[in-house]
Structure formats: structure tokens, C-alpha cells
């Protein structure tokens, strides 16, 4: 722990102090419906954020870790300026739609403020820990924010399933964070060590490290490959050597590199690989086939994101696990593209939902009507 | 002599299953809760279990910080049944159904 650190973890911090600032402000203001005040504030503080986190990828050439359980790198200031730029475009254009729901904008700003912070140390995390508390502070405020149209039902009843669902997704992601600590007994994203015989050869052991590297492949493309200096552990004493009783101590090695090491069956790595082509294949034609009949926006933007993130992500353990690394930016380069593309869609959709356009008959000659639009949707792919 | 390892992820596996079980099969929002409660428990088991076996007290620290926020999560959630509650009158999962469609 060194200054250095309390220095690169600052642009972190921004977010959060602007939420505190929000709910002084709200508190000591007399106005309650000072929207344009605490808007301010709150588009001020992302901004600086972004602003800071773009001055850092300038200024930091290699990736730095920021005490032990973040590491800033070119993902976290990627996310780091994305997020802060929509949240300040947030806060920029919500605040005549806070005035007419009657929302109270103190609340409405700082939980918005609190979610980006979550999110921006999110990208950053190299801990479970870190991860699993991350994900939570971005996922409570998002709940909140759900359920904010305190005179709608159905903002209450969104907040309610959107609750449930993000429940139950944080259990199933804490279950693999336990079988991935298990296996590689330590919370660190990156653990090194020699390989265990044991986590080796038992595959039903190794899967949910498996699925835990391939999640952490589709998050974070832009670190694999690089080792982080404070994790690096001197070389332990071989598995073998020790007491049977003590083998657990000893399955500190990782079991992501247990399914990855040149000493893996190749039997075993075959089958893997031609289950996780098949996976994709089936999940990419299902997701396709069911979004190609529905005739609504809101249905056919369901099937299609989660066929694609789990095709993306079995391609790119497939990838790995075929020892091609030259295809391995591959899957990375399709995850930028298709959340650009997500990106610059929903303009689009927004603008013509003003219109009143709801099923996708109405969107037939689109290019014609309005050639501006479904060019802008494309418009990330060039690059 | 405590319970071993495979012993307790026996029982963790069971507890999640449960768990997702309550979560797809009940209606009541409550009774969902709930499951989601034993399904993080679950997880925490397992978590415990591992860190024993390791040896470490990063396990140990996992697990106290799941269930702070998991008390949080759950105080969120409330306060949202009730809010829903208010209105509904009813915490029913069949009856919430104004965005089905």
C-alpha cells in the first residue's frame, strides 16, 4: 500500500463522491425540486471521471495494479470513459423526465452515480472479492433505479424481476467464484503455481473453472496474457511429494491451466473442444432462428444477445483450448464489435420509438425512409 | 474429526439445488427469497468448505462479505415487495404479470 496507489485509485473514487455531494446538496437544499443543480453536479463529476480516466490512458503506457485487487489496464479505462461519458449524457438529458415523472432527483443522481462506480471498478477488478462486491454495488442501485416511477406498476413490477433475476444470476456467479476458489485456492483472477495432478484429471472439477475463465475471457480480452508482479508466488515443492492429506494445500496451481497446459490429454482436450463447437454452433443458430420469427423489438433483442454471448464465449474457449493463438484476438474483436453495434443501436431504436414504431413490420424500408439511421447502427463496424 | 471436504460439498450441492428448485417452482416472492437465500448459503458452504481444505482465510473473508451483501440485496428487495405490496396487494408472481408479452 503506497501513495502511488491511493493516486491511480482517485478516477475510482469521482463517481462516489459525487453521489455524497448529491445527497449533501439534496439534503441542505431547501428546493427539493432543484433538478438543474444537482443534474449539474452529477454531469460534472462523470465527466471529470471520464475526463481522467482518458488522461490515464494517455499518460500509463503498461497496465498498474492498484493495491492488490485492481488493475488498471486498457479495459478498465476503456470502461472507465464509456461509462462515464453515458452517465454524464445521462444526467445531461434526463432532467426534463425527472421533472414530469415528479422523480425525486436527489435520489435519482446518486444512485445513477453509485451504479457507475460499481460498473468502473467492475472492469478493474483481479479479485473474486473485489468482483463479487462490485457487481453488487452496480447491481442495488440499477434495482432502485428500476422501481424509481414510484406511480407506474410497471416500474415497480421491472424492479421486482429485474431484482429476482439479478438475484439469482449473483448465487449462480457466487457458486462458480466457490469452485473456482476451490481450485485454485486463492481469490486472485490470475493465480500461478504449479499444476496439480489431482485438479488434472478430474474434469468434473475443472468445468466451473473452465466457465469462470471463459466469463472472464469475454470480459476482459484486453489482460489476458500478462502477469501481474505482486501475485507472483517463489515455485512450491511438487503435489506429489506431499501427504495425501495435504493435497489440498497443494491445489493452489490453477485449474483454468490444468484444462489449458500442453500436458492435458489431447483425448480429452478433442472432446472438449468439439462440445463447446457444437455448444456455439447450437446456441448461435437457436438464438438466430428465434429472433428471425419474432415480430417485436423488445422479444428479438432477448434471444439474440444471450445465443451470441454464449457462442462468443465457447469459441473463444475453443480457441484456447485448440492452441491457436493467433485466433485468439478474434473473439475479443467480435465482442468490441457487437457491443459498439448494441451501443449505436439503441439511438436509433429510441428515435423511432418517439415515432410510435413498436412492431417490426413498421420498420420495413427503413434504409429508404430514413437511410441515416440503420447506417449510424452500422457505423462501428467500419473501424 | 470434522466433516470432510467431499461431505460438504455433498450438502452444498443439495442446498443449492433446493434453492433453484424454490426459485423456478415457487410463487409466493417471499418463498423465492428465501430459496435465493439458501442458494447463496449454498455457495458460502462451499466457499468455507474449500477454504478450510486450503487452508486459507480468504474463504473465510468471501463469506462475511457475501453475507453483508447479501443483507443488503434482501433489504432492497423488501423494501420493493412492499412497495409492490401497496398497490398489489399480493405477492404473487402469477399476479405480477402487467410486463408479460
Not at chain 1, 157 to 175: I, P, Q, T, W
Not at chain 2, 17 to 46: K, P, Q, W, Y
Request: hydrophobic share 50%; glycine share 8%.
Amino acid at each position: 500500500m503506497s501513495a502511488r496507489d491511493f493516486i491511480y485509485l482517485c478516477p475510482f473514487l469521482v463517481p462516489l463522491a459525487g453521489a455524497l455531494a448529491v445527497l449533501m446538496l439534496d439534503g441542505v437544499n431547501r428546493k427539493k425540486d432543484d433538478y438543474w443543480s444537482l443534474g449539474v453536479i452529477a454531469f460534472v463529476m462523470s465527466l471529470g471521471t471520464g475526463a481522467w480516466f482518458l488522461s490515464y490512458g494517455w499518460a500509463v503506457g503498461s497496465p498498474v495494479q492498484v493495491f492488490s485487487a485492481l488493475r488498471l489496464d486498457g479495459l478498465a479505462v476503456f470502461a472507465g470513459v464509456m461509462v462515464s461519458f453515458c452517465t454524464a449524457v445521462v444526467a445531461l438529458l434526463c432532467h426534463e423526465y425527472l421533472r414530469r415523472e415528479n422523480i425525486p432527483p436527489g435520489a435519482f443522481y446518486s444512485l445513477l452515480l453509485i451504479a457507475a462506480h460499481g460498473l468502473i471498478l467492475l472492469a478493474a477488478c483481479t479479485d473474486w472479492i473485489a468482483f463479487f462486491v462490485c457487481l453488487e454495488i452496480a447491481s442495488v442501485p440499477l434495482y432502485i433505479l428500476s422501481g424509481v416511477e414510484k406511480r407506474h406498476h410497471a416500474s415497480r413490477e421491472a424492479a421486482l424481476k429485474f431484482f429476482l433475476l439479478g438475484a439469482v444470476a449473483g448465487a449462480l456467479v457466487l457458486y462458480g467464484i466457490a469452485f473456482i476458489f476451490g481450485a485454485t485456492g486463492t481469490t486472485a483472477m490470475r493465480p500461478d503455481g504449479p499444476l496439480s495432478p489431482q485438479w488434472a484429471l478430474s474434469p468434473h472439477r475443472r468445468a466451473p473453472a473452465l466457465a469462470g475463465l471463459c466469463f472472464r475471457w469475454a470480459w476482459r480480452p484486453c489482460t489476458s496474457g500478462r502477469p501481474i508482479p505482486s501475485r507472483v508466488r517463489p515455485p512450491r515443492s511438487s503435489p506429489s511429494s506431499l501427504p495425501p492429506a495435504r493435497w489440498a494445500s497443494s491445489s493452489r496451481s490453477c485449474a483454468c491451466s490444468a484444462a489449458f497446459c500442453p500436458a492435458a490429454a489431447p483425448v480429452r482436450r478433442f472432446f472438449l473442444v468439439t462440445l463447446l463447437y457444437w455448444i456455439a454452433l447450437i446456441s448461435m443458430i437457436f438464438g438466430n432462428v428465434m429472433a428471425v420469427v419474432q415480430t417485436q423489438i423488445k422479444r428479438i433483442s432477448s434471444p439474440t444477445p444471450a445465443a451470441s454471448r454464449t457462442a462468443v464465449t465457447c469459441v473463444a474457449a475453443t480457441v484456447v483450448l485448440a492452441g491457436r493463438a493467433a485466433t485468439a484476438p478474434a473473439p475479443p474483436s467480435y465482442i468490441a464489435a457487437y457491443c459498439m453495434m448494441t451501443l449505436a443501436a439503441f439511438p436509433v431504436l429510441v428515435a423511432l420509438g418517439r415515432q410510435g414504431d413498436r412492431d417490426m413490420a413498421q420498420y420495413t424500408g427503413l434504409f429508404e425512409r430514413q437511410p441515416g439511421l440503420p447506417s449510424f447502427t452500422c457505423s462501428p463496424c467500419f473501424p | 474429526m470434522g466433516p470432510t471436504l467431499d461431505q460438504m460439498l455433498v450438502l452444498s450441492a443439495a442446498l443449492f439445488g433446493i434453492g433453484m428448485i424454490g426459485t423456478i417452482v415457487r410463487r409466493s416472492t417471499i418463498a423465492v427469497f428465501m430459496s435465493i437465500e439458501l442458494m447463496l448459503n449454498a455457495a458460502n458452504l462451499a466457499i468455507l468448505a474449500f477454504g478450510r481444505a486450503h487452508g486459507v482465510m480468504e474463504g473465510g473473508i468471501l463469506v462475511f462479505v457475501v453475507m453483508t451483501v447479501a443483507a443488503v440485496e434482501v433489504g432492497v428487495g423488501l423494501a420493493i415487495l412492499v412497495a409492490l405490496f401497496y398497490f398489489r396487494d399480493s405477492t404473487n408472481l402469477d399476479e405480477i404479470d402487467q410486463l408479460k408479452g
